[in-house]
């Protein structure tokens, strides 16, 4: 029977609802040497979020996941609290992200190796707190990939086979993507349980940023041929900057693949929150909603359907996330 694997215990997939599929509750961004929960305290990060995540709730939002990886505040224990306090499905990770957030032990192993330690996390539980993780959160550099990143690449498609566990990769760079996709290939993962997470970054990249506001002069083709290679190898793409750049540019880029055939590997998020560790009082949190509040009733207007929403925002989280 396929499950989901929350920081509160495994559900049934159908019961993860509404999921915004690429949003923090916290990071820490000082380094890997010197991260820890000696950094933050609990009792303070978990109220000055919780009205944030209670603003999803009242959207009708029912599951969040939460990409913050390890050495870069990842905190089970703050995951469960908030999920008790709030009734939000929290669903966290194993993995690791890049320099500077690499421990140095990291360096030392071939990917077998570093696939165990997180193989053991799925086995045991996160850091004795018996949490399992429900996906696996990877980072790459722009590309080519250095040496740290093509073993983590490696590493994050091992454990896959040995779990199920769909792997979500900070990516943002066409190139970095497709040697990424090339490395998971060879150790025998198929790409539709591969996410490519900041998708929505491919192209605006290669656009001068004076005219991301004036899109009807710019040549988009390039930037649609970008996504539609990746997605002909069968990868995810996840659109989950919604909120940073203009609307205009994710409503167009979406529309695009929708029209194209894709819905079935589109997943959209915001990379939005979190508190801050090291600025006072958490510093600048950007809120959570604008993806229901502001684009969602874009999408509408354009034509969306009710039912190709509900695919974006249920069924296809759904699928990611469910593990046999």
């Known amino acids: 029977m396929a499950q989901v694997h929350t920081v509160l215990g495994p559900i049934a997939p159908e019961d993860l609802g509404l999921t915004l599929i690429h949003e923090h509750v916290m990071v820490d961004f000082i380094g890997a040497d010197e991260t820890g929960p000696h950094r933050w305290d609990r009792d303070v990060v978990a109220p000055t979020m919780q009205p944030y995540l209670d603003a999803l709730v009242a959207q ?3 599951s969040l996941v939460e990409c913050t990886p390890n050495y870069l505040g990842r905190d089970s224990v703050l995951l469960q609290r908030v999920s008790r306090a709030t009734g939000l499905h929290i669903v966290t990770n194993t993995g690791l992200y890049k320099e500077p957030h690499l421990p140095a032990w990291a360096f030392e192993l071939s990917p077998a190796e570093l696939a165990e330690r997180w193989i053991a996390e799925w086995e045991q539980g996160i850091d004795e707190t018996g949490v399992r993780p429900g996906f696996i ?5 722009p590309g ?6 093509q073993t983590i690449v490696r590493a994050a498609a091992i454990t896959h086979l040995a779990t199920g566990l769909s792997v979500v990769c900070h990516t943002a760079h066409a190139a970095a993507a497709h040697e990424s996709l090339d490395l998971v290939e060879e150790e025998g993962m198929d790409p539709r349980h591969y996410v490519v997470a900041h998708a929505d970054q491919i192209g605006p990249d290669q656009i001068a940023p004076e005219s991301i506001s004036n899109l009807d002069a710019v040549d988009l083709e390039p930037a649609w041929e970008a996504h539609v290679a990746l997605l002909r190898r069968g990868a995810w793409l996840e659109y989950d900057s919604i909120g940073w750049n203009p609307y205009e540019w994710h409503e167009r880029l979406l529309l695009a693949m929708l029209e194209r055939g894709y819905e ?8 939005a929150g979190w508190y801050h560790v090291g600025e006072p009082g958490g510093g600048t949190v950007q809120p959570m909603t604008k993806l ?4 969602v009733p874009r999408l509408r207007a354009a034509g969306v359907t009710e039912a190709l929403v509900e695919k974006l925002l249920v069924d296809n989280p759904r699928a990611v996330l469910s593990v046999d």
């Open 60 to 62: 009708g939002v029912m």
């Open 137 to 141: 959160k990877i980072a790459v550099n």
């Open 144 to 149: 080519p990939l250095l040496p740290i990143q």
């Open 264 to 271: 079935d590997q589109l997943l959209l998020s915001q990379d």
């Open 292 to 295: 229901l509040d502001e684009f």
